[in-house]
C-alpha cells in the first residue's frame, strides 16, 4: 500500500483547503484532530491492520502512532483483536447516524412516494434507536382513521411492524441483549407481551422478509414493514404501511406488503450496496 502523505504535508494541505471543500481559517485547524481522521481512514482502507502496518502506511513515527491508536481503542472508535486493529463500535454507530440523518431520507423519499401512490395508505420511515423506533419520514393518506405520525416520536419496537422489521436482521443473542431487563408492557391483547413472544414473532418475520402487526400498537389498527439493509447487512431502517383495520384487511395488507412494500424496500437496500435479490 502506497505511503500517505506525512502528517505536516497533510495538515499544511488542510489549512488551505479540506477534502470537503471546506476552505480553513489555519487559526481554527487542529492537527491532531485532522491526524486522527487519517489514521481512522487507513484502517478503514486495510480493514484490519497491525500497528507496525499502521506506521508503514502513515510514515509516522511508532510513538505518534501508538498513543493515537490506545486512546482511539479506549473511546470504542477502534477494536482490538489479535491480526490488529479495526474499525471499533463507535465509528459504527457515528456512520449510521450519519447515514440515518442525512443520506437515508435523502434516498429513501422516493420509495416512500412510489408506496404511498400504489397503495394510498400511510407510509412511515423509522430507525432503531435503543429499544425504541423513531419516526425519520412520513407519507400520510389523505383519509387518515388511525393516529398522526409526528417527525421525531418515538415508540417501543416490540410494539411496531417497524421495530420488529429491524429486530428481525439481528441475531437472537444480540436481541436477547438489547432487550436484557426490559419491561414489556403490551396495550392490546395482541401485542408482544414477553421476550420469548417477540423471539417467536421475529423468526416469522425472518421467513417472511417482512413484518405484520394487527391490532398491536392500538385497535383498529394494522401495519406491514420491511428493513432497509446496507451494504454490510445491517438493517439501517425500516419502511412501513399504516392502515385502519376498517378499511384494509389483513389479507389485503399481506399482499400490498408482499407486491409493494418488500420489493420498494429490497431496491432501496440495493441502493445503499446491499446484496439483497431484489
Given at each position: 500500500m502506497a505511503s500517505l502523505d506525512s502528517p505536516d504535508q497533510e495538515a499544511k494541505a488542510a489549512t488551505a483547503r479540506t477534502e470537503g471543500g471546506?476552505?480553513?481559517?489555519?487559526?481554527?485547524?487542529?492537527?491532531?484532530?485532522?491526524?486522527?481522521?487519517?489514521?481512522?481512514?487507513?484502517?478503514?482502507q486495510r480493514g484490519?491492520?497491525?500497528?507496525?502496518?499502521?506506521?508503514?502506511?502513515?510514515?509516522?513515527?511508532?510513538?505518534?502512532v501508538y498513543r493515537l491508536v490506545r486512546t482511539l481503542h479506549a473511546c470504542g472508535a477502534l477494536r482490538q483483536a489479535d491480526d490488529g486493529y479495526s474499525l471499533g463500535p463507535t465509528m459504527?454507530?457515528?456512520?449510521?447516524?450519519?447515514?440515518?440523518?442525512?443520506?437515508?431520507?435523502?434516498?429513501?423519499?422516493p420509495a416512500l412516494q412510489r408506496i404511498h401512490e400504489q397503495t394510498g395508505e400511510s407510509v412511515i420511515l423509522t430507525v432503531l434507536d435503543g429499544t425504541?423506533?423513531?419516526?425519520?419520514?412520513?407519507?400520510?393518506?389523505?383519509?387518515?382513521?388511525?393516529?398522526?405520525?409526528?417527525?421525531?416520536?418515538?415508540?417501543p419496537a416490540y410494539l411496531a411492524s417497524s421495530g420488529h422489521a429491524i429486530l428481525s436482521c439481528l441475531s437472537p443473542d444480540a436481541v436477547t441483549a438489547l432487550f436484557a431487563g426490559h419491561v414489556f408492557s403490551p396495550p392490546t391483547a395482541r401485542s408482544v407481551s414477553s421476550l420469548d413472544v417477540l423471539q417467536r414473532r421475529l423468526e416469522g418475520v425472518r421467513r417472511r422478509g417482512y413484518a405484520l402487526i394487527d391490532q398491536?400498537?392500538?385497535?383498529?389498527?394494522?401495519?406491514?414493514?420491511?428493513?432497509?439493509?446496507?451494504?454490510?447487512?445491517?438493517?439501517?431502517?425500516?419502511?412501513?404501511?399504516?392502515?385502519?383495520t376498517a378499511r384494509v384487511t389483513l389479507a389485503d395488507l399481506r399482499t400490498m406488503a408482499e407486491k409493494v412494500l418488500l420489493p420498494t424496500a429490497q431496491r432501496v437496500s440495493a441502493s445503499l450496496g446491499s446484496q439483497v435479490e431484489v
Open positions: 471546506v476552505e480553513i481559517d489555519p487559526r481554527y485547524y487542529v492537527e491532531t484532530a485532522a491526524h486522527t481522521i487519517t489514521l481512522l481512514k487507513a484502517v478503514a484490519t491492520v497491525t500497528l507496525a502496518g499502521l506506521t508503514s502506511d502513515l510514515g509516522w513515527t511508532k510513538p505518534r459504527i454507530s457515528l456512520g449510521y447516524a450519519a447515514l440515518q440523518s442525512v443520506r437515508l431520507v435523502e434516498v429513501v423519499r425504541d423506533i423513531v419516526y425519520m419520514d412520513y407519507l400520510e393518506t389523505d383519509h387518515l382513521l388511525v393516529t398522526r405520525a409526528r417527525l421525531g416520536s418515538r415508540l398491536e400498537l392500538a385497535p383498529g389498527h394494522r401495519a406491514a414493514a420491511a428493513p432497509v439493509v446496507d451494504h454490510a447487512g445491517h438493517a439501517v431502517a425500516a419502511i412501513s404501511i399504516s392502515v385502519p
